[in-house]
């Protein structure tokens, strides 16, 4: 408290300073007598200090502070007395007016320029009626500006040379015409068969989602495409089924293989072995079923693969 106490002292012996000197300041100023100047009553007569608020008033301004509020209610609209600079209404001393356009000025510069309009408009219009040689260059430039597209491409190398890259805010200078490529729909060959010697036996149109390969057996079954080992199916008295994920969605399958040399989660090599054709009774031919996927769609591998 005593703290506090010694701040407000000093701030109010501060003031009270700074009151002194104001008022000995107004003091030495020479004032003109009032049969000299009937004005000098309005002469500052100097200043009060309230020393419980610090508030520095002029003694000669007794008139109250008016609330804000309550004078916009009075005058709604103290913008209409701002075009009168010396006008005693409130907010009649502003220096800010509403500037209202000089339409006298405007019709004048529409009126020349629709006159500037109307003269090049006859004057082109003369000149296509013409039959002269300077009159047929002339309706050559106006034909020319008129139909032909404009050369960009110029335009940017030049704005390139100059200024050291195309603006980018002028998005026809960024386009550079590219050689169109042709898209083949088709899927691209594998560089692999599945079974080296083989020969169909049973068509995609006959099974409806592989065909049958008759092959030597024990002949090697190889991957045709590079892919992952997604499962491994054993089917009891045929062998085991293998099933790969390859890119783009597509899927191949090998049914009835033995001596399987992979396991789930492997990540093969087109041409890997996977295994070999099952040998069933003792019989020197096997099948093995060959199967293809397209975005989970059963396809036909003839489609795909060029089998002798």
């Known amino acids: ?24 300041a107004l003091a030495d100023r020479p004032v003109k007598s009032k049969a000299s100047n009937p004005s000098a009553d309005i002469e500052l007569g100097g200043l009060q200090e309230d020393l419980g608020s610090g508030i520095l008033s002029f003694a000669g301004d007794s008139r109250p502070e008016l609330d804000p509020e309550e004078v916009w209610h009075l005058q709604p609209k103290p913008w209409q007395g701002w075009s009168q600079p010396n006008s005693g209404t409130q907010g009649g001393g502003s220096n800010f007016r509403d500037e209202e356009p000089n339409w006298r000025m405007t019709r004048r510069d529409i009126k020349w320029k629709l006159a500037a309009s109307a003269l090049i408009f006859a004057a082109v219009w003369g000149m296509f009626r013409l039959d002269m040689p300077w009159a047929k260059e002339g309706q050559r430039l106006v034909t020319d500006a008129l139909t032909e597209e404009m050369n960009f491409t110029a335009v940017a ?8 890259g195309s603006p980018a805010f002028i998005p026809i200078f960024g386009e550079q ?17 599945p079974v080296e010697s083989g020969r169909i036996v049973r068509t995609f149109a006959e099974l409806h ?13 190889r991957n045709i495409d590079t892919g992952r080992v997604l499962e491994l199916v054993k089917e009891p008295g045929s062998g085991t089924t293998v099933i790969l994920q390859h890119a783009n969605g597509r899927q191949t399958i090998y049914g009835k293989v033995d001596a399987i040399s992979v396991q789930p989660d492997d990540w093969v090599e087109a041409g890997t072995e996977i295994g070999k054709v099952a040998v069933h009774d ?5 099948l093995l079923f ?18 002798d």
């Open 209 to 221: 989602d592989g065909i049958e390969i008759a092959a030597a057996s024990g002949a090697v079954v």
């Open 1 to 24: 408290m005593n703290i506090k106490d010694g701040v407000k002292q000093r701030r109010q012996e501060r003031m009270k300073q700074i009151s002194q000197q104001q008022s000995a």
């Open 157 to 164: 190398v030049w704005y390139n040379d100059h200024f050291a």
């Open 282 to 286: 003792g019989t020197e031919t096997g």
């Open 290 to 307: 060959f199967a293809m996927k397209d975005q989970g769609r059963f396809i036909n591998p003839t489609d795909v693969i060029a089998f």
């Open 177 to 193: 015409e590219q050689t169109a490529q042709r898209v083949v729909g088709a899927i691209k060959p594998p560089a692999y068969m």
